[in-house]
Nanobody, 126 residues
Framework: QLQLVESGGGWVQAGGSLRLSCAASGRTFGTYVMGWFRQAPGKEREFVTAISWSGSKTYYADSVKGRFTISRDNAKNTVYLQMNSLKPEDTAVYYC???????????????????WGQGTQVTVSS
């Protein structure tokens, strides 16, 4: 139905920046919420941020507020995550996700999301 492919991960020093991209293909009709999650080694998957279809609503985990920014370009079927002032605790595999149930209501529960990308590794040193 729908496939998601993340890109832009890599290795950076603490205080550096990265920009992640997630491109959707297949089921690109309709309207839906998109979000980002992350999972560190030995830890459960945690919510990072989500955005409504129009981009008018965003929701951030407290741990990334003021440092990360989510955006989307529906003409390109792509969602972005700008990550600034990175910390070692941001090290994780970052996953893009789609919630087909709504265009507006944002949730932090991974169980509410229908499609997932394969993930991209982000490593922050020191």
């Amino acid at each position: 139905q729908l496939q998601l492919v993340e890109s832009g991960g890599g290795w950076v020093q603490a205080g550096g920046s990265l920009r992640l991209s997630c491109a959707a293909s297949g089921r690109t009709f309709g309207t839906y919420v998109m979000g980002w999650f992350r999972q560190a080694p030995g830890k459960e998957r945690e919510f990072v941020t989500a955005i409504s279809w129009s981009g008018s609503k965003t929701y951030y985990a407290d741990s990334v507020k003021g440092r990360f920014t989510i955006s989307r370009d529906n003409a390109k079927n792509t969602v972005y995550l700008q990550m600034n002032s990175l910390k070692p605790e941001d090290t994780a595999v970052y996953y893009c996700a789609v919630d087909l149930h709504t265009a507006l209501i944002l949730t932090s529960s991974p169980d509410q999301y229908d499609y997932w990308g394969q993930g991209t590794q982000v490593t922050v040193s020191s």
